[in-house]
T-cell receptor, first 111, second 116 residues
Framework: GESVGLHLPTLSVQEGDNSIINCAYS??????FIWYKQESGKGPQFIID?????DKRQGQRVTVLLNKTVKHLSLQIAATQPGDSAVYFC??????????FGKGTRLSVIA | GAVVSQHPSRVICKSGTSVKIECRSL??????MFWYRQFPKQSLMLMAT?????????EQGVEKDKFLINHASLTLSTLTVTSAHPEDSSFYIC????????????FGDGTRLSIL
């Protein structure tokens, strides 16, 4: 989901469907990317990461895809569940510099 | 279980008060910790990098005299918001890298600061 102004883009999916959350990053020198899940009133929770020498990585119910050509990152969640409802952030790291967070996408799962 | 503990989780205080937030790494040492600020419906913005035994590094636009950071031990960093005003109301989150972990950083659960 693309960010518009200060409002978080929202993705609504039916329970059981697959979700795809997108992120565009800005720095072609970034070599490490992470997806975080943030529930209301809590800190970010690590989901999955990928290094720039890979284009795909799979975890439990989640897959991250990296397209360095267009500087695009996506998170796929299979069989989305109500507990997946949260705000999802991508983050990029360049060497030893601190993480830079993307704007975030709110995922709402409709039961 | 949590590997980074942040305290308090919520603070409500009057304008002009100084507020201290603690960030502790549990079961690992953190020579570096990061402080972020998050306004409603926005992303996390890095405020400063806290370095054990030396001065913190602040991001552009963050007042170092306003946001005092102390990293006196390998497991504790504190952020003090001095003379807080309503515009300082936000969600403050700390994190610490743990190179012995399969995750790049561990995050605290944040501190909701509300200045009346």
């Amino acid at each position: 989901g693309e960010s518009v102004g200060l409002h978080l883009p929202t993705l609504s999916v039916q329970e059981g469907d697959n979700s795809i959350i997108n992120c565009a990053y800005s720095n072609s020198a970034s070599d490490y990317f992470i997806w975080y899940k943030q529930e209301s009133g809590k800190g970010p929770q690590f989901i999955i990461d990928i290094r720039s020498n890979m284009d795909k990585r799979q975890g439990q119910r989640v897959t991250v895809l990296l397209n360095k050509t267009v500087k695009h990152l996506s998170l796929q969640i299979a069989a989305t569940q109500p507990g997946d409802s949260a705000v999802y952030f991508c983050a990029e790291e360049r060497g030893n510099t601190p993480l830079v967070f993307g704007k975030g996408t709110r995922l709402s799962v409709i039961a | 279980g949590a590997v980074v503990s942040q305290h308090p989780s919520r603070v409500i205080c009057k304008s002009g008060t100084s507020v201290k937030i603690e960030c502790r790494s549990l079961d690992f040492q953190a020579t570096t910790m990061f402080w972020y600020r998050q306004f409603p419906k926005q992303s996390l913005m890095l405020m400063a990098t806290s370095n054990e035994g030396s001065k913190a590094t602040y991001e552009q636009g963050v007042e170092k005299d306003k946001f005092l950071i102390n990293h006196a031990s390998l497991t504790l960093s504190t952020l003090t918001v001095t003379s807080a005003h309503p515009e300082d109301s936000s969600f403050y989150i700390c994190s610490a890298p743990d190179r012995g972990s399969n995750q790049p950083q561990h995050f605290g659960d944040g501190t909701r600061l509300s200045i009346l």
